[in-house]
């Protein structure tokens, strides 16, 4: 069942992110990939997330359609202008890439090419709009297409942001959804509690909202994310409990098994699972979580 089919029928999606290499060998992800193919909707594939230089999301998904696995291209406002985001989306649309994620990417000054220069030719909203654009038939500039794609369109959302930086959040969702948003993936979701609150400020039967459970790595990387992570809280007991666990890695996948069942049991349309380059802890995690 295609992503746009099973977001209509209520049926729980699960996304996993799969990041390309710093290079042209796709060989080990595809070998990760093939152990989980069936048990998830769709492979997302980053384009160039934290602004770090791998090879292309519209290449990565270019590679997986071709060998039967669905995909989900991320199209980025800081890399490229008008021009090249909609000749980057018709060539998914040839390629029958059928779903879209529509970012506006991180600060590149924290990438591993800071002298880069961010192009933000179009804003999210904007990149949203072409997107509809096309799907009507024209481009940016009036023009007629010949042949136009069709996709399902995806955005994403700070679910932590404070205060008056939430309502921001929550006009702009209104408008995504106006550009043909339908679904919209948060930020990583640690306290289960907290999110509750900002999911009862959403019309979820006009967007499914897809929470990001991520796999943690150790003690450490938790507490640098519940300190330094603008709109993420840890729990102390879950950090104090990787700690204590003899095997930290594996207490680390029963938290993230165990925060997919909670976001299932509260009737969330899915889950993003970002693994950080741990593709092969996939199957385990799964398991764990009973998908």
């Not at 270019?62 to 008008?82: H, M, P, S, W």
């Not at 959804?177 to 640690?190: A, L, N, Q, R, S």
């Not at 992570?229 to 003899?246: L, N, V, W, Y």
């Amino acid at each position: 069942m295609l992503l746009k089919e099973k977001i209509k029928s209520g049926e729980f999606i699960v996304l996993a992110e799969f990041e390309t290499p710093k290079g042209a060998d796709f060989t080990p992800l595809l070998k990760h990939a093939e152990q989980i193919k069936g048990r998830l909707d769709a492979l997302v594939i980053p384009e160039m997330a934290n602004a770090v230089m791998k090879a292309s999301s519209l290449g990565g998904c270019a590679y997986f359609q071709k060998q039967g696995i669905e995909t989900v291209l991320q199209v980025c406002c800081r890399d490229r202008n008008r021009l090249a985001l909609q000749a980057d989306l018709l060539a998914a649309g040839a390629l029958e890439i059928r779903n879209i994620m529509a970012l506006s990417g991180e600060d590149i000054r924290f990438g591993d090419h800071p002298q880069a220069r961010e192009v933000h030719d179009l804003n999210l909203l904007e990149l949203l709009e072409s997107i509809q654009k096309l799907q009507q038939g024209k481009d940016l500039a009036g023009i007629e297409l010949r042949g136009t794609p069709q996709f399902c369109t995806g955005s994403t959302i700070d679910s932590g942001a404070p205060g008056g930086l939430l309502e921001l959040e929550l006009e702009n969702l209104l408008k995504m959804i106006d550009y043909g948003v339908e679904y919209v993936v948060t930020k990583p979701v640690f306290d289960v509690r907290r999110f509750q609150e900002f999911v009862k400020r959403v019309d979820t039967s006009r967007v499914a909202v897809i929470p990001t459970v991520l796999l943690l790595k150790s003690a450490g990387m938790a507490r640098y994310i519940d300190r330094n992570i603008k709109g993420i809280s840890i729990p102390p007991e879950m950090i104090r409990g990787i700690q204590k666990a003899p095997d930290k890695v594996q207490e680390c996948i029963r938290i993230a098994g165990e925060l997919i069942s909670r976001l299932k049991e509260m009737g969330m349309a899915g889950v993003y699972i970002s693994t950080v380059g741990w593709e092969d802890k996939l199957p385990q995690l799964m398991g764990e979580a009973k998908i």
